[in-house]
């Protein structure tokens, strides 16, 4: 994994009030991380922290397009990302990052690097399930759908009443709703 530069914020030297950092997100931040679910991506993210005398809010905000292939005919396709993150930053005498709301830096500390939290936060925005939008309104046209639809079971075939064993109209006669 890659340090990203780009992504440190040093907030030493900042005074104190809201600051914004934007940022725009491609498929190579997510192959640095050895992720390489997404075919492409571009997303805007826009970071406001605020800085206070003790503590230190961060506030993510991304919004754009990541490709990924539908899991149901593997057709890939342009799926939406709008997230939001906020992330508590206060002081102590040692690094802790173990809740997902706060973050504790060291007294010494005077920059801080958002890029796993972008990370994070964008895998996260991605539905489990992705399905194109062509699956769902029936207009996708592809060899997959077409060898499910092929391959789907076929509806059952109701008895005759004449094979059904004579056994089963004596429970049949307890059906009240009949």
């Not at 192959?31 to 230190?56: Q, R, W």
């Not at 005919?73 to 809740?99: C, H, R, T, V, W």
């Not at 010494?108 to 062509?134: D, T």
Request: hydrophobic fraction near 35%; charged fraction near 30%.
């Amino acid at each position: 994994m890659m340090k990203h530069k780009e992504f440190s914020i040093p907030f030493s030297g900042l005074k104190q009030g809201k600051h914004e950092f934007e940022y725009t997100i491609e498929n190579k931040f997510f192959e640095s991380f050895e992720y390489n679910e997404f075919n492409g991506a571009d997303i805007a993210i826009a970071a406001t922290l605020n800085k206070m005398s003790t503590v230190m809010e961060l506030e993510l905000h991304a919004q754009g397009t990541v490709n990924v292939n539908c899991d149901v005919s593997n057709e890939p396709y342009d799926q939406k990302i709008n997230a939001n993150m906020e992330l508590a930053i206060k002081f102590g005498d040692e690094y802790n990052d173990d809740n997902d709301e706060i973050l504790i830096l060291p007294h010494s500390e005077h920059q801080i690097n958002i890029a796993q939290y972008i990370y994070e936060m964008l895998v996260l925005a991605v539905p489990i399930k992705k399905i194109h939008p062509g699956v769902l309104d029936g207009t996708l046209e592809s060899e997959a759908l077409e060898k499910l639809e092929e391959l789907q079971p076929k509806e059952l075939k109701i008895e005759k009443e004449e094979d059904i064993d004579p056994r089963w109209d004596a429970l049949k006669k307890l059906l009240t709703d009949k």
